[in-house]
């Protein structure tokens, strides 16, 4: 496990200890939980992305207005 320093202003820390008093944890545990989240989320839409750029054109000549056309015809 490795532990990092994040600046954060007044504000934001009001914010993440009423959000971890919610969840009856350490505002240090539940940033850490918050930041693993986010980083699975962007990982997942990243990935997301890839096989969206990889993929649309055919995706596209296969089911699209294009390819509906084509069926009903």
Do not use: W
Not at 29 to 47: I, K, S
């Amino acid at each position: 496990m490795r532990k990092i320093e994040v600046h954060l202003s007044d504000e934001a820390y009001a914010d993440l200890q009423r959000a971890a008093a919610d969840k009856h944890i350490d505002p240090e545990a539940y940033a850490g939980t918050v930041l693993e989240d986010n980083l699975t989320r962007a990982r997942f839409l990243e990935g997301a992305q890839d096989c969206i750029d990889q993929h649309a054109d055919e995706f596209a000549a296969r089911f699209g207005p294009a390819a509906a056309a084509d069926r009903a015809a």
